[in-house]
T-cell receptor, first 112, second 115 residues
Framework: GNSVTQMEGPVTLSEEAFLTINCTYT??????LFWYVQYPGEGLQLLLK?????DKGSNKGFEATYRKETTSFHLEKGSVQVSDSAVYFC???????????FGKGTKLTVNP | GAVVSQHPSWVICKSGTSVKIECRSL??????MFWYRQFPKQSLMLMAT?????????EQGVEKDKFLINHASLTLSTLTVTSAHPEDSSFYIC???????????FGPGTRLTVT
């Protein structure tokens, strides 16, 4: 079945540092890819998405590019802020299944 | 727009009792609602998919008689944990989907503690 693997956390960075959270997937066909963010005590929010190969999703300074050749969707941000502290989930939808499949989540803590 | 609410946000119940969790799409009609369970420091596990007016489809390993799901309208789905036990303590999250190319919108979650 479909699966998502993302780097294990936790990740701790200083403010203004560069962030990369790796995500790779296994799926048949051409799934859509997502990054969700969960702030402390809150539900999941869609951060960005990409629906086909080479698409770049971006939002709030975060970016991720759908790389079919490497089956990856790595999340990046050039300069993180304290307010970015949250748990980030990579997910896919489609690729033979009408279910969202989540990675295990990566907790990010940004210190001032 | 696209707000999903859950009620209650947290609940404590005694072992053997039942508890109902509501999931509402506040400003759109959801043809499908999903129920997830999230264990501490782990990912979301899909429990079941419910379509308005029909029986829920449960994932493998999820007891349908223990986790009763009702999707009575296009804006409301309920999850009832029957005869709860401490191992049912978890964070339950719902999401609502209007189908097609729309994304799923997630509720804020309900923390259940069974004592």
């Amino acid at each position: 079945g479909n699966s998502v693997t993302q780097m294990e956390g936790p990740v701790t960075l200083s403010e203004e540092a560069f962030l990369t959270i790796n995500c790779t997937y296994t799926a048949t066909g051409y799934p859509s890819l997502f990054w969700y963010v969960q702030y402390p005590g809150e539900g999941l929010q869609l951060l960005l998405k990409a629906t086909k190969a080479d698409d770049k999703g971006s939002n709030k300074g975060f970016e991720a590019t759908y790389r079919k050749e490497t089956t990856s969707f790595h999340l990046e941000k050039g300069s993180v802020q304290v307010s970015d502290s949250a748990v980030y989930f990579c997910a896919l939808f489609g690729g033979g299944s009408e279910k969202l499949v989540f990675g295990k989540g990566t907790k990010l803590t940004v210190n001032p | 727009g696209a707000v999903v609410s859950q009620h209650p946000s947290w609940v404590i119940c005694k072992s053997g009792t039942s508890v109902k969790i509501e999931c509402r799409s506040l400003d759109f009609q959801a043809t499908t609602m999903f129920w997830y369970r999230q264990f501490p420091k782990q990912s979301l596990m899909l429990m079941a998919t419910s379509n308005e007016g029909s029986k829920a489809t449960y994932e493998q390993g999820v007891e349908k008689d223990k986790f009763l799901i009702n999707h009575a309208s296009l804006t409301l789905s309920t999850l009832t944990v029957t005869s709860a036990h401490p191992e049912d303590s978890s964070f339950y999250i719902c999401s609502a989907w209007r189908g097609g190319g729309y994304e799923q919108y997630f509720g804020p979650g309900t923390r259940l503690t069974v004592t």
